[in-house]
């Protein structure tokens, strides 16, 4: 009987010891790993790969050590803010159990997609117009864009001759829209412009000033005869602005071209 009652207590100890283990291996198996950061606010370039930006965190599990080198990137959130956006970073341990953790971003290139005009938008009344081809619009992160443009107009007729306000905007992959608002102005004459430009838009920091007349093309005849007018433009305030140039004869303004102006957070 004695006997007995040892084996029935040593079971007893036997089993409360193996509940603790599979307990304490359990609670082991349960532990997530932990991912750390260097900082709060990763800064990198636009062009930087995932393995540029994983330098900045490490992972870490209880049984499996250091999982650094297994960790990913998740996703690339919408931007937050001007150069910033958000990303997860996810690290599994052998057991399958998953951590995410999300960090601030900031881009420290990053510019919003640019939109170019090819074009002065002047043409003739009742001519054949498709404006879009005009278009193009380039982007950090995607490359051309231009298949995002959209324009936009209430009051936009190729018959009538008159001044016809639009917005031009491009969006990319994360959520930054550009928008540029400008005039296409439709011509009772048969239009046929000698003032070239060497482009229709420029881009410009906030307060940074601009040389116009080096914007006029060399194949632009009558150089000296051309007026710069660039009243309408406010340079310390973001914005898409028009400088007009114009080719008098006498006092008679006989031709003119414009340039878009846009004003921003540009390099």
């Not at 490490?58 to 910033?84: H, L, N, S």
């Not at 938008?121 to 054949?128: E, H, Q, R, T």
């Not at 004869?249 to 846009?262: A, H, P, S, Y």
Request: glycine share 4%.
């Amino acid at each position: 009987m004695r006997r007995f009652r040892i084996i029935i207590v040593f079971l007893a100890v036997a089993v409360t010891a193996l509940r603790g283990y599979l307990f304490m291996t359990k609670s082991q198996i349960d532990v997530a790993p932990v991912i750390t950061c260097d900082t709060e606010l990763i800064e990198v370039s636009s062009k930087a790969t995932d393995e540029e930006i994983l330098k900045h965190a490490t992972a870490y599990d209880e049984q499996d050590g250091d999982i650094t080198k297994d960790m990913y990137v998740e996703r690339m959130y919408y931007m937050t803010g001007y150069k910033k956006s958000r990303i997860s970073f996810v690290s599994t341990d052998s057991d399958n159990n998953i951590t995410k953790k999300k960090v601030d971003i900031l881009y420290t290139d990053y510019e919003s997609p640019r939109i170019d005009i090819e074009s002065n938008l002047i043409f003739p009344a009742n001519s054949k117009i498709s404006l879009k081809k005009y278009f193009k619009a380039t982007d950090i992160f995607d490359g051309d864009v231009t298949n995002r443009i959209r324009l936009i107009s209430d009051t936009y007729d190729s018959t009538r001759p008159g001044t016809y306000e639009m917005v031009a905007r491009a969006s990319n992959s994360h959520g930054d829209i550009t928008e540029i608002k400008f005039h296409v102005y439709i011509v009772a004459e048969n239009f046929k412009p000698t003032i070239k430009l060497n482009k229709y838009v420029t881009y410009t920091a906030v307060g940074k000033s601009i040389d116009y007349a080096s914007i006029i093309s060399a194949q632009t005849p009558n150089i000296s005869a051309i007026e710069i007018d660039d009243s309408n433009v406010d340079i310390n305030t973001s914005g898409s602005y028009e400088v007009f140039y114009r080719l008098k004869n006498g006092n008679k303004t006989k031709e003119f071209t414009r340039l878009i102006v846009v004003v921003g957070d540009w390099q």
